[in-house]
C-alpha cells in the first residue's frame, strides 16, 4: 500500500480532532483487507477527509503491549463472546514516546468503552497500573486477585493514520501488521490493512464505500485474533474464517 494514501487531504491536528471527534464510547467495524483492495477503496474517501497530521507526519507507529492472565482469562472471555468481557494494554506512541495504560470493556448495547490513565511502563504493570485494572475490573464482577495475576502476554505494532471524515466520524488505517508473544513466536503482514470506524450509532461514509465494494466488518481483534494465529491450539471458533482466510500458518515465523 501506498504511504501517501492520505496526501490529498487537508491536516487536522490532535486537539482539534479530539475536540471534533472523541468517541470514547462508540460503535466500532473492523474491516480486513489486502493492501491493494485498501488502496483501491480509499482512493474513493471523500476530499473533504481531514488527516492527523503531527510534526509534519501523516501517520504514527504503534507498539501496545496486551496484558492477560496465565490461562488467558482475557482470550478466553473473548473467545466465548461472554458479554461482561475486557481488555488491558499498555500503548507505546513511539514518535512521541507517549505511553497510556487503557482498559477497554463492551457496554450497553454492544458499544465499546475505552478508558485510560498516562503509564511509566509499556511492558509490565506498576501497581499504579493494577489499582487503575482492579477497579474498572470490579466493575464487571471480576474478582480483584484475578488483577495480581496480569502478565504481559502479547506485543503488536503497526503505523496507525487517522482518519475524520466528513460527518465527523473516525477511521483508522493500520499498516505494516507485525505480532510477537512472549514466548518467541512473531508475525508479520505487510499484505493485509486493518480498516477501522468509530462512529455514535449510523454508518459512516467509509462504512458505505467499503460495502459497495463487497468488503463486510469481520470480527477480528489484534489481541485475540493475533494470538490464535500464534497459537493454534486455543479456541478459536470465533475468528475461525477470518484464521483460515488470512492467518494460515505459515505466516507464523519464528522470532
Known amino acids: 500500500m501506498t504511504p501517501g494514501f492520505a496526501d490529498r487531504f487537508a491536516a487536522i491536528s490532535l486537539d482539534d480532532l479530539v475536540a471534533e471527534a472523541e468517541l470514547l ?4 467495524r473492523k474491516y480486513l483487507l489486502t493492501a491493494a483492495d485498501a488502496e ?46 475486557f481488555k488491558l494494554r499498555a500503548r507505546h506512541y513511539v514518535d512521541t514516546d507517549a505511553a497510556f495504560l487503557e ?3 463492551r457496554g450497553s448495547r454492544g458499544t465499546t468503552v475505552k478508558d485510560r490513565i498516562p ?24 474478582a480483584p486477585e484475578v488483577v495480581d495475576e496480569l502478565v504481559p502476554t502479547l506485543h503488536t505494532s503497526y503505523r496507525r493514520t487517522t482518519l475524520l471524515l466528513p460527518e465527523g466520524a473516525r477511521a483508522t488505517v493500520d499498516t505494516h501488521l507485525e505480532w510477537a508473544d512472549v514466548h518467541g513466536e ?16 449510523r454508518a459512516s461514509s467509509l462504512d458505505r464505500l467499503l460495502w459497495r465494494a463487497g468488503i463486510r466488518p469481520v470480527g477480528i481483534s489484534k489481541f485475540a485474533t493475533g494470538l490464535a494465529a500464534l497459537r493454534p491450539d486455543l479456541p478459536s471458533n470465533k475468528w475461525s474464517r477470518v484464521l483460515r482466510t488470512h492467518f494460515d500458518a505459515h505466516h507464523a515465523l519464528a522470532a
Open 103 to 105: 482498559l477497554k470493556t
Open 186 to 201: 512473531r508475525m508479520a503482514r505487510a499484505d493485509l490493512v486493518i480498516v477501522e470506524t468509530k462512529s455514535s450509532s
Open 25 to 28: 464510547t462508540r460503535v466500532d
Open 40 to 85: 483501491r477503496v480509499l482512493a474513493r474517501v471523500d476530499d473533504r477527509t481531514r488527516v492527523l497530521e503531527i510534526d509534519g507526519e501523516r501517520g504514527s507507529q504503534y507498539g501496545t503491549m496486551y496484558f492477560d492472565t496465565p490461562d488467558l482469562l482475557s482470550y478466553r472471555l473473548a473467545a466465548l463472546g461472554r458479554r461482561r468481557r
Open 119 to 142: 503509564s511509566e511502563a509499556v511492558d509490565r504493570l506498576t501497581a499504579e497500573g493494577r489499582a487503575y485494572a482492579a477497579e474498572g475490573m470490579a466493575a464487571l464482577g471480576i
